[in-house]
DNA sequence: TCAAAAGTGTTCTACGTACACCCATGG
DNA sequence: CCATGGGTGTACGTAGAACACTTTTGA
């Protein structure tokens, strides 16, 4: 295929890219910028320095454009794996973008936007990565295209589905403490939950399971350790929730 | 811009297209088709009967390749209109189909799947509109491409919208008594709720409030009219929910 | 022996359900 | 006057919030 001329490229069928937000609890050995607000309670994500007009010089999605062989999910999987060097714990479509005027270009490109959860309990020693750079979400930088938009409706989502289901764990290693999942439980929705009721309601709502060890570490009574049970019905393919799960069950009224 | 060869566009970059899955209470004047279940509570949709390859012949979604001109949104509220000749009362962004076989051509299609909810309280006459027929989703023909996936997702989120929002009103019209709202809830969720507390959950809700008229419409004590207020937070943008703000807005613990 | 987090028990409230009962109307 | 759906009142059960209290550790 030949190259486009500038009207050709305006009026050209959209292309497709693909952009992943990808929160971790703190940033790998790699080098983070940014004042990092350090109270330990913010999340971080990889962003990638542009080297191409438009927006040469700023921070952007990881992401890149959908080539002709690969699923949407790959794409993100693999931009992913090529920010961190990880695989993520968990992966879900987020939205697309199509605006018109979004690219700043000529060529329109319409966004299909993931987000992904990954745990670094590996202790991930990370060998930088050329042009990716950590960053707060409290203290981003000046994103391109309308990448701060993706960044915010993807906390959004994060949140909204921290409250009704288990996600926040994906944060964490095999196994964990119920403490320490409250307090990435806590961070993700920006609220302080009493240890009792949330140990409470984590232990009934049955995503939990205690595998059989303690882990001591600090001057007080050592934890129980729990490993993260999958949910009952796996829905590859739910962007929407379903919420209200054991109300609507029992339901049948008169 | 010339046309490809076979190779040529088995490689080439995915195109992007646009479906929508438009759930209305009732058939218009059109031509329904396929046994409809007519307990009433059934939910219907259009569909496009193909007329090209591949699956010429069969039914599909209203949809079509997204214009270098238009928004994601409008290209789903234009093929929304040519398909029903109206406007959706509700409109939101459903999914990102985007496997690599599955338009069965060499040309890789990417669709983004809106989903929409029309009124056909104003009694719509339609002039039956060249291709197009209705039919109930719980009898529906075989489809096109993955469209039958398409369908089954949209279902689950309007049950599931259904469940912790307002959607549901958007079938009706203006002006609507809470005998109707409970039966379209009751309808798309597939159960029978107690007309008392169904009441009492939507005025406590304040999604609802009173018009000064009543309608009566059979042997039985009028009922009072009530129309849709808005919601507090107009999320434009937000395929994901927002549930649970009560709980979450007073919170804050010790 | 003290601080600090793990873990248990108990009360209180909000919300939804079930269900009994009155109201207004058309036939 | 009766069947039908609109509308009110009320008792019960459950889930979460608040908070008092015990347990186990390191320093």
Redesign the interface.
């Known amino acids: 295929?030949r190259a486009?001329n500038v009207s050709?490229r305006?009026?050209?069928?959209?292309?497709?890219g693909v952009s992943t937000v990808i929160f971790a609890l703190q940033p790998p050995a790699g080098q983070p910028v940014g004042d990092a607000p350090h109270d330990g309670a913010t999340l971080w994500l990889p962003l990638v320095r542009r080297t191409r007009a438009p927006f040469t010089g700023r921070w952007a999605l990881p992401g890149g454009?959908?080539a002709?062989?690969?699923?949407?999910e790959e794409s993100a999987r693999s931009t992913l794996h090529e920010a961190t060097g990880l695989s993520p714990r968990y992966l879900e479509?987020?939205?697309?973008f199509?605006?018109?005027d979004r690219s700043a270009t000529d060529l329109?490109v319409?966004t299909?936007a993931y987000w992904a959860l990954i745990a670094l309990a590996d202790r991930t020693p990370m060998e930088s990565v050329e042009n990716v750079a950590w960053y707060s979400v409290d203290a981003l930088p000046p994103l391109a295209f309308d990448h701060a938009?993706i960044v915010a409706?993807a906390r959004?989502?994060l949140r909204?589905?921290a409250?009704?289901t288990g996600v926040a764990v994906r944060f964490l290693g095999e196994e964990f403490t119920l403490g320490e999942l409250r307090r990435v439980h806590d961070a993700v929705l920006g609220?302080?939950?009493?240890p009792a009721n949330f140990r409470r309601r984590m232990l009934a709502s049955g995503r939990v399971e205690p595998t059989g060890a303690v882990r001591r570490d600090g001057a007080h009574r050592p934890a129980r350790c729990y490993r993260f049970v999958a949910e009952p019905d796996a829905e590859l393919?739910?962007?929407?929730?379903?919420?209200?799960e054991t109300?609507?069950r029992k339901?049948?009224?008169?």
Request: no cysteine.
């Open positions: 295929m486009l050709e305006r009026t050209a069928p959209p292309r497709v454009p959908l002709w062989d690969t699923s949407l479509q987020l939205y697309t199509g605006g018109r329109r319409v299909v938009d409706l959004r989502r909204a589905k409250t009704y609220r302080t939950s009493d393919l739910t962007p929407a929730p379903t919420p209200a109300t609507e339901r049948r009224t008169s």
